[in-house]
């Protein structure tokens, strides 16, 4: 089952667009542009994305294309020299995709914890193979395995 991604009032020019590529030094890939057309800033429904065996995250928007150049400046030095994040993940982490098309495709989780580039995580070939790949969020298929929890504290006030 494919998740709403989110739409959009805000369609980005293309003076918007040449401008965030400039600041990035991107060149933008061609499902990109589409994408910006519709989801630009658009905040999908709660879904899930494979991380790895053991790890999977979910997108809880995605970035503007006015706060591309922000949100590229807070990343890793060494990784934004290659990649740009285009979608918040879970933890306060992003999702990239390379900044030009001759350095590479695909699509990449960014784990903020890991220095460098061991922080990138290759999800998905594509834009839109990683778009049709999140699912919903299903909270009865977490499954936890016996001693993986080692404690758990509830604050008594939570209730109230």
């Known amino acids: 089952m494919k998740i709403n991604l989110g739409t959009t009032d805000f369609t980005p020019s293309r003076e918007q667009i040449s401008a965030a590529e ?53 990343i890793d030095k060494e990784i934004a020299k290659s990649f740009f994040p285009f979608a918040y993940a879970e933890g306060g982490n992003y999702v990239c995709m390379p900044l030009s098309t001759g350095a590479g495709h695909g699509v990449f989780f960014l784990d903020h914890e890991i220095p460098g ?18 699912r919903p969020t299903d909270p009865e298929a977490v499954e936890l395995r016996p001693g993986q929890v080692k404690s758990a504290w509830i604050d008594p006030r939570f209730l109230e």
């Open 22 to 74: 400039s600041a990035l030094g991107a060149e933008f890939s061609t499902e990109y542009l589409s994408f910006l057309t519709i989801h630009d800033g658009a905040v999908p429904d709660a879904n899930v994305f494979r991380i790895s065996e053991d790890n999977s995250a979910g997108v809880t928007a995605f970035i503007p294309v006015g706060k591309l150049a922000y949100e590229h400046g807070l």
């Open 117 to 134: 580039l061991h922080s990138l995580t290759k999800v998905s070939d594509s834009l839109v193979d990683f778009l049709s790949d999140l």
